[in-house]
């Protein structure tokens, strides 16, 4: 089945884990993933660098029952183990990950794989390669993840998507306020982590960037 990659909710919980308020009601992880897929996300992407193997499958296991039944698929961040043990549609792997062919021909046909690029060279290579779909990016300017890689803006993601023909979704940056430039440069969906996750309201948030991602 085709996959909807309009709008993906990078589920991290390291980063969720700095900004959360103690004992604030509603704050859990799980509970804004609930909340953003009712509110229009397509995907959700988890990511838990630093959290011990077994919490981390702990976690994937909660969430894949979370979206059972509601259409989205589950793609977990580096983890392949995670993703095989939680029974998730797929990875989201960087370019310091385990090689695509590697990855590949342990997860076989049936899963998702996506790859983060910065260049369009890089681009051509996960589509060679086998990807599923790319993450281009940063985007724009990004205080969640820290990475010394160049910002694409709105052209960068342009010409990556010109050269590929897989899906391209722009990450890194991205709120209601710039994700329609994102549209108009080709990019076949955007991913959110603070966006999202620190917005008083997940549901609304996405809503609202569903509405500013009009493609």
Do not use: W
């Amino acid at each position: 089945m085709p996959i909807d990659y309009s709008l993906t909710l990078v589920a991290d919980a390291d980063f969720f884990k700095k900004i959360a308020v103690p004992g604030a009601s509603g704050r859990d992880l799980l509970g804004i993933v609930d909340a953003a897929v009712q509110g229009g996300v397509t995907v959700v992407q988890l990511r838990a660098k630093a959290l011990p193997f077994r919490e981390f499958l702990d976690l994937g296991l909660r969430a894949a029952d979370r979206l059972a039944g509601t259409g989205v698929p589950l793609i977990i961040n580096d983890r392949i183990d995670i993703a095989l043990a939680c029974g998730a549609d797929g990875v989201h792997l960087g370019q310091e990950d385990m090689p695509l062919a590697a990855a590949r021909k342990i997860l076989g046909g049936a899963r998702i794989i996506g790859i983060s690029v910065n260049t369009v060279e890089e681009a051509r290579a996960a589509e060679a390669g086998g990807a599923d779909y790319v993450g281009a990016g940063p985007a724009f300017a990004t205080a969640t993840k820290e990475t010394a890689l160049p910002v694409l803006g709105p052209e960068g993601i342009r010409s990556i998507k010109r050269a590929i023909r897989i899906p391209v979704v722009a990450i890194g940056g991205i709120n209601a306020g710039n994700a329609a430039a994102l549209a108009d440069s080709g990019a076949d969906g955007i991913a959110v982590i603070s966006g999202i996750l620190v917005a008083p309201d997940a549901r609304r948030a996405a809503e609202d960037l569903r509405k500013a991602y009009k493609r």
